[in-house]
């Protein structure tokens, strides 16, 4: 990759994040393209060769996520103030948004989501264009996956701010290609040399409502002094805060129901998540272990 694509990528990510934080405001074409100084035209081109998507449909997707988050947790609100909040014209053109990204409308969505810990799948139209649906998971109770839902895997901590230098990516299809660019960046600068530096996947959406194909994530090395950056890579700061944090040996089938585990702690205890991503750090490499498994501590940043 050129240095060139490199900061275009940087900046791409940089209006990732500002979309994240202004999804009820206006994010049309020219202010998103502004905040590059990119032309309209260079921006659209830049943003669909790093996103996979236009950054209208980036944008509408993003809203339609949003939304679903609200649904899961919110039961007051109402469809009406959701449609007006994401810039909807109607309740039905947003109903039909949401259904063509489902399969359900939102209220069939926040009905069957009820009691449950839900993740989006990936499903085919007659017209071969796929789509995401809903399913309503929760963990089977295999003798195993009771070990992984014992709550002495978890504890509550205040963790001084942690730091991480990450490569972020969209899809988790991309992570090991991330982790290799980081590790190559890291060992040309010596940042290796202690054995037992830390890998981490920082997940900046759920995948209770994003598929995996468009999660925004990052690769990241856990630091404790300051780095030279370059376009590379980018600084991934956490601030002093409490944490839910599940340490686990498990197989690469089972972080889902390790998360799910979490979560369902979380919300028995009356914790909330905060705004900070979920990390979860690794360990071990896992191919070096006998059994193939990942030592790993998850971490859910709660008030």
């Known amino acids: 990759m ?7 990528q940087k900046r791409i990510h940089q209006v990732l994040d500002y979309i994240e934080a202004h ?22 081109r830049i943003f669909k060769m790093v996103t996979g998507e236009t950054p209208n449909g980036y944008v509408k997707r993003k809203r339609i996520e949003k939304a ?16 007006f909040r994401y810039s909807f014209t109607s309740n039905s053109s947003f109903t039909r948004a949401f259904k063509s990204f489902y399969g359900l409308s939102p209220t069939d969505f926040r009905r069957k989501s009820k009691g ?8 085919n139209r007659k ?44 899809g988790k299809h991309n992570s090991n290609q991330a982790f290799e660019k980081l590790l190559n960046w890291a060992g040309s600068r010596g940042l290796l040399r202690t054995p ?18 468009n999660v925004r994530m990052s690769a990241g090395l856990l630091v404790e002094q300051p780095v030279e950056m370059d376009d590379t890579v980018a600084m991934v700061h956490f601030p002093e805060s409490n944490y839910i944090i599940g340490h686990f040996e498990i197989g690469m089938d089972q972080f889902e129901a390790s998360w799910t585990s979490l979560f369902m702690y979380m919300n028995a205890n009356g914790y909330k998540k905060t705004d900070q991503p979920v990390f979860q750090l690794y360990h071990n490499n896992y191919n070096e272990h006998p059994e193939k498994k990942c030592i790993v501590d ?3 940043p709660v008030t």
């Open 68 to 83: 679903a988050s609200v649904l899961l947790r919110k039961k007051d609100i109402t469809i009406s103030e959701l449609s």
């Open 2 to 8: 050129t240095a060139s694509s490199t900061a275009h």
């Open 127 to 170: 017209n071969g264009q796929a789509i995401t649906k809903f399913d309503a998971y929760v963990c089977t109770t295999n003798p195993l996956q009771k070990d992984i839902l014992m709550t002495d895997h978890i504890s509550v901590a205040t963790k001084n701010p942690i730091s991480f230098v990450g490569i972020p990516i969209i």
């Open 23 to 44: 999804l009820e405001d206006n994010l049309s074409l020219e202010t998103l393209s502004g905040l590059t100084h990119y032309s309209p035209f260079h921006f659209h």
């Open 196 to 213: 037992n530096f830390k890998m981490a996947s920082i997940f900046y959406d759920s995948l209770k409502i994003t598929s995996e194909a």
């Open 298 to 300: 998850l971490y859910i």
């Open 116 to 123: 449950t810990y839900s993740k989006i799948s990936q499903m």
